[in-house]
């Protein structure tokens, strides 16, 4: 498990979906939840980054564990995935900031995802308030932003909670560099390239 841990974690930082010590992940394995240890460096995790504690409860581990670990724990109970990822994505951060929601434009973004929504949170960081947010809107997407702060992703495994961090960024690219080419992205929205 530990190797699953640490191959993502290396890919999110070196793919820059986090910076050196940003960013958690967590997977599920019956009545625990292992998840990385608070400011931990993703992109060279150690065993010993690796926290155990309750799925239901809190208990010894907690005290080392990410300060996400209540979203976590919200988002694995409420959604039945085993695995989550929390980033801290440029494009797709920045971009929510000054959106509601981010649309995907092209055919690949499109194919996985109809939206990504951005949820804001009066406390973006480790609250209950983003636990109930974030938890409930995983129920129906792949990927939810948080205004400012990042993305959270959910999959059967960590690879696949990376792969939904990577496309919300390859999406929230591709709607940038639209935009500085001068083009409005709401020209390019689905309905604009399904005859493609």
């Known amino acids: 498990m530990y190797e699953q841990f640490k191959k993502v974690g290396r890919i999110m ?17 019956g009545d625990r939840i292992f998840i990385t240890r608070r400011g931990s460096m993703l992109g060279f995790l150690k065993p010993e980054d690796i926290i155990i504690t309750g799925f239901y409860e809190d208990d010894s581990g907690i005290a080392l564990a990410s300060t996400e670990i209540g979203v976590h724990r919200a988002i694995l109970q409420k959604t039945g995935a085993l695995a989550v990822a929390h980033g801290h994505l440029l494009m797709a951060t920045a971009l929510s900031i000054v959106q509601d929601e981010i649309i995907p434009i092209d055919v690949e973004g499109s194919y996985y995802m109809y939206k990504i929504p951005v949820l804001s949170f009066e406390y973006a960081s480790g609250s209950e308030e983003l636990a109930e947010g974030v938890s409930d809107a995983l129920r129906d997407y792949k990927v939810v932003m948080v205004k400012g702060h990042g993305a959270f992703t959910i999959g059967n495994t960590l690879e696949e909670a990376l792969q939904w961090l990577h496309q919300a960024e ?27």
């Open 13 to 29: 930082y070196e793919q820059r979906l986090n910076n050196s010590h940003s960013g958690n992940m967590s997977i599920r394995v």
């Open 170 to 196: 390859s999406i929230a690219e591709i709607i940038y560099y639209v935009k500085s080419m001068g083009y409005n992205p709401k020209d390019y929205e689905k309905d604009a390239y399904k005859k493609w």
